[in-house]
């Protein structure tokens, strides 16, 4: 019998990278989606392609990098808007939100879930982020994963739903679950600035250190400097 198949958005970054590795521990065939928004640490994706080749899963870089000029007023978008820095919880990282970006890479997963059988479309949205995206909330992959029932409804895998399993972990948690898993934290990518190394002071390198430190689990990551938050 064959294994069900999962179409998993996956940045590349440490977060969605565990989730391929978890859902491949669950035994899915997976097709990874990545997405070229115009998003200025669009690096990240090389982390979703080896993630891929290391799991034998088939993958695809979306190209969405003409809508960046629409999406102007995000420092992930915008390049006159400077990255803040800080922790993740400070007021100054709603510069960083995307409008509706999940709701965007969701809507192509889905239409890409009924076009291959799949069983599920998974998200790595994680308790960390419902600080600043509404779009990484509970309610929000509740109210989706509705929508979408009705959306598809008669097409595809008739059980096709929406999993995020870490909608209720934290960073560290998932730290965690991706030593356990044997995730290459190395080869994924979390700064928002986008450079040559993480840059350690900008909202996901204070998370992506602090995880590490709090799951006891060493991190592998170059910095250009820590923060001191």
């Known amino acids: 019998m064959p294994k069900p198949k999962a179409i998993a958005i996956v940045s590349g970054g440490l977060d969605s990278v565990t989730l391929a590795y978890k859902l491949a521990a669950e035994g899915y065939r997976l097709h990874l989606l990545s997405f070229d928004y115009g998003q200025r640490h669009r690096r990240e994706i090389e982390g979703a392609e080896a993630?891929?080749?290391?799991?034998?899963?088939?993958?695809?870089?979306i190209d969405l990098s003409g809508i960046k000029r629409l999406l102007h007023g995000s420092a992930l978008t915008d390049d006159r808007i400077a990255v803040p820095h800080g922790h993740y919880a400070a007021p100054t990282m709603a510069a960083t939100v995307v409008p509706n970006r999940n709701a965007m890479m969701l809507a192509i997963a889905y239409a890409v879930a009924v076009a291959e059988g799949a069983l599920v479309v998974a998200?790595?949205?994680?308790?960390?982020?419902?600080?600043?995206?509404?779009?990484?909330?509970?309610?929000?992959?509740?109210?989706?994963?509705?929508?979408?029932?009705?959306?598809?409804?008669?097409?595809?895998?008739?059980?096709?739903?929406?999993?995020?399993?870490?909608?209720?972990?934290?960073?560290?948690?998932?730290?965690?679950?991706?030593?356990?898993?044997?995730?290459?934290?190395?080869?994924?990518?979390?700064?928002?600035e986008g450079g040559d190394r993480h840059c350690g002071r900008c909202g996901t390198c204070v998370e992506r250190i602090e995880a590490f430190a709090l799951a006891g689990v060493a991190d592998p990551t170059p910095y250009e400097e820590i923060a001191h938050v």
């Open 123 to 192: 998200t790595g949205v994680h308790a960390g982020d419902h600080f600043v995206y509404p779009d990484c909330r509970p309610g929000f992959v509740e109210a989706f994963d509705a929508m979408q029932v009705q959306a598809v409804e008669g097409f595809g895998h008739p059980n096709l739903r929406l999993v995020a399993p870490f909608v209720h972990s934290t960073k560290a948690e998932i730290v965690a679950e991706g030593h356990r898993l044997g995730v290459p934290f190395a080869a994924t990518w979390s700064c928002y």
């Open 51 to 61: 993630a891929a080749a290391a799991l034998g899963a088939d993958f695809d870089r």
